[in-house]
C-alpha cells in the first residue's frame, strides 16, 4: 500500500528566505507525482507535476525535484512571500484511472 | 472556460440522513473522481466515474454511491451519515482515463463542507 509522508507538518519563515518542502513515498512504482496548493478552506491548486521519467520540473519561484529510485521528492520555493502561505500537498500517482494517494501537507506561513 | 464547480459550498446534517453532493467538470473533460479530506489531512479517493460508470473505487464502504450522467457532471451520495463522514469534500476532473504516459494534470473544484451534527 502506498503511503506518501510529508515533512515538516507546520513550517514558519521570514519574507525572503528560500525554503524546502519534502515528500517521501514508499512504493517507488509511480507513473507522476504532484504537488498541491490548498488555501484554508478551500480546493487545490496543481503547481507542478513531474512524470516519473523526469528528475524535475520549474514554474517561476517554484522548483520540483524527484527521485523515484529513494521515493522522494522535494518542493523549492525561492524568496518566499507573504502570498505563499498555505498547505502544500504532494501527491503521487501510482495506477491507472489516475487515483491520487495525498500526504498529509505541509502548513507554511511566510511572514513580513 | 469555468473550471470545476460544486455544490453546494456548506451542507449541515445530523447523524442517519443522507446527503447528495454534485459536480461539474471543467469543460472538455469527461472523468471525474471524488476525495474526502478530513480536517488537516490530505484527501482520500473516493471513487472516479469514466462514460457514466464507477471505475475504480477507494477504501470506503457502500454507503458512498455516486452517478455520472450523460453530460459528465457527477452526484456523490452518502447514506447513514456519521459523525465522521464530516468534511471537505472534493471533486477532480480530467479528460480521459490516466494512462502510464499521462501527462494531463487533475483539475480540482473548490469543495463541499459537509458538517454531521
Known amino acids: 500500500k502506498q503511503e506518501v509522508t510529508q515533512i515538516p507538518a507546520a513550517l514558519s519563515v521570514p519574507e525572503g528566505e528560500n525554503l524546502v518542502l519534502n515528500c517521501s513515498f514508499t512504493?517507488?512504482?509511480?507513473?507522476?507525482l504532484q504537488w498541491f496548493r490548498q488555501d484554508p478552506g478551500k480546493g487545490l491548486t496543481s503547481l507542478l507535476l513531474i512524470q516519473s521519467s523526469q528528475r524535475e520540473q520549474t514554474s517561476g519561484r517554484l522548483n520540483a525535484s524527484l527521485d523515484k529510485s529513494s521515493g522522494r521528492s522535494t518542493l523549492y520555493i525561492a524568496a518566499s512571500q507573504p502570498g505563499d502561505s498555505a498547505t502544500y500537498l504532494c501527491?503521487?500517482?501510482?495506477?491507472?484511472?489516475?487515483?491520487?494517494?495525498f500526504g498529509t501537507g505541509t502548513r507554511l506561513q511566510v511572514t513580513l | 472556460d469555468a473550471g470545476v464547480t460544486q455544490s453546494p459550498t456548506h451542507l449541515i446534517k445530523t447523524r442517519g440522513q443522507q446527503v447528495t453532493l454534485r459536480c461539474s467538470p471543467k469543460?472538455?473533460?469527461?472523468?471525474v473522481s471524488w476525495y474526502q479530506q478530513a480536517l488537516g489531512q490530505g484527501p482520500q479517493f473516493i471513487f472516479q466515474?469514466?462514460?457514466?460508470?464507477?471505475?475504480q473505487r477507494g477504501n470506503f464502504p457502500d454507503r458512498f454511491s455516486g452517478h455520472q450522467f450523460p453530460n459528465y457532471s457527477s452526484e456523490l451520495n452518502v447514506n447513514a451519515l456519521l459523525l465522521g463522514d464530516s468534511a471537505l469534500y472534493l471533486c477532480?476532473?480530467?479528460?480521459?482515463?490516466?494512462?502510464?504516459?499521462?501527462?494531463?494534470?487533475?483539475?480540482f473544484g473548490p469543495g463541499t463542507r459537509l458538517t454531521v451534527l
Open positions: 469543460s472538455g473533460h469527461d472523468t
Open positions: 512504493d517507488s512504482a509511480i507513473y507522476n
Open positions: 466515474y469514466y462514460e457514466e460508470e464507477e471505475r
Open positions: 477532480a476532473s480530467r479528460f480521459g482515463l490516466a494512462g502510464v504516459l499521462s501527462t494531463d494534470t487533475q483539475y
Open positions: 501527491a503521487v500517482n501510482t495506477g491507472t484511472a489516475s487515483k491520487l494517494t
